[in-house]
């Protein structure tokens, strides 16, 4: 079955630190990807997509995620977080399989100390 | 406003009662989402509507969970003889188009069952 790992759960980063959230899912068809936010207390917004062409995207917030079709993965990272980044991430696949699926990792809860 | 919005925000109910969730999406969206999200998970997918069908319904996890969208705009979640494994945030978005869009998500119903 189709699935999307994320395997830090929780990070604790001081500010300025340098931030690289892990992403990796199982689908060898065309797949479209995601970067969606929750900040406390908001509902879930996306940050950053990838449909096709660079593998390097950029989003919103100066955050950026690369895709590695041969590692299966869409990693997001950002140099220099600050405190407002205080949030959980969620890694978000979506492909055609008879239907279209969109299916959600299980989400990074980052915690950006002042 | 111009968000997906989900009523009620809380609900608590006890078990074994009959509860109803509502989405009402961005206007002009086709697609829409019903995701569950349990405290440390990230989003659960329940069931897509485009328009006024049911796409895909494969992650309803039984037959106590149903949903319409009769005219193909607001939709309802049914939760009948609820239990207290169905307490979760229920989470609804939206979509301009089947394809491989960006989602747009509601705030959320929280579910408590006592």
């Known amino acids: 079955a189709q699935s999307v790992s994320q395997h830090n759960h929780h990070v604790i980063l001081s500010e300025a630190a340098s931030l690289e959230l892990g992403c990796n899912y199982s689908?060898?068809?065309?797949?479209?990807l995601f970067w969606y936010v929750q900040y406390p207390g908001q509902h879930l917004q996306l940050l950053l997509k990838?449909?096709?062409?660079?593998?390097l995207v950029k989003g919103i917030k100066g955050f950026e995620a690369e895709f590695i079709k041969s590692k299966f993965s869409f990693n997001l990272r950002k140099p220099s977080v600050q405190w407002s980044d205080t949030a959980e991430y969620f890694c978000?696949?979506?492909?055609?399989?008879?239907?279209?699926?969109?299916?959600f990792g299980t989400g990074t809860r980052l915690k950006v100390l002042a | 406003g111009a968000g997906v919005s989900q009523t009620p925000s809380n609900k608590v109910t006890e078990k074994g009662k009959y509860v109803e969730l509502r989405c009402d999406p961005i206007?002009?969206?086709?697609?829409l989402y019903w995701y569950r999200q349990s405290l440390g998970q990230g989003p659960e997918f329940l069931i897509y509507?485009?328009?006024?069908?049911?796409?895909?319904d494969s992650g309803l996890p039984n037959d106590r969970f149903f949903a319409v969208r009769p005219e193909g705009s607001v939709s309802t979640l049914k939760i009948q003889r609820t239990e207290r494994g169905d307490s979760a945030v229920y989470l609804c978005?939206?979509?301009?188009?089947?394809?491989?869009?960006?989602?747009?998500f509601g705030e959320g119903s929280r579910l408590t069952v006592l």
């Open positions: 978005a939206s979509s301009y188009d089947r394809g491989p869009g960006e989602l747009f």
């Open positions: 509507f485009q328009g006024t069908g049911a796409a895909d």
């Open positions: 978000a696949v979506n492909l055609y399989s008879g239907t279209y699926k969109y299916i």
């Open positions: 206007s002009g969206h086709t697609a």
């Open positions: 689908y060898g068809g065309t797949v479209n």
């Open positions: 990838y449909f096709s062409g660079d593998p």
